[in-house]
């Protein structure tokens, strides 16, 4: 009877041991790890903010296009109304 007590002992003793390793001061490579995950979610944001100034730009610039576009236009109609008028 005194074996399976024994044994009993030892599994519990190598259980705690188990975890107690895991509850020691985190290692280097864990440390590594949380360091690639702080850089990665900057990167995240950074990408992120990035996409959102290019997106702001490109309106930006249709709604530029889109002035000049209009401007010209206007221009052309004016030159060929005074052509019009120039060749009455």
Not at 15 to 44: H, M, N, W, Y
């Amino acid at each position: 009877m005194r074996r399976p007590m024994r044994a009993s002992w030892m599994v519990l003793a190598a259980f705690l041991f188990v975890v107690g390793l895991g509850c020691q001061r985190e290692g280097p490579a864990e440390r590594a790890g949380k360091e690639i995950d702080k850089t990665l979610e900057k990167t995240s944001e950074v990408v992120e903010d990035t996409g959102e100034k290019v997106e702001d730009a490109a309106r930006t610039a249709i709604e530029k296009a889109k002035e000049v576009g209009t401007t010209i236009g206007e221009a052309a109609e004016r030159t060929g109304e005074r052509l019009q008028e120039v060749s009455e």
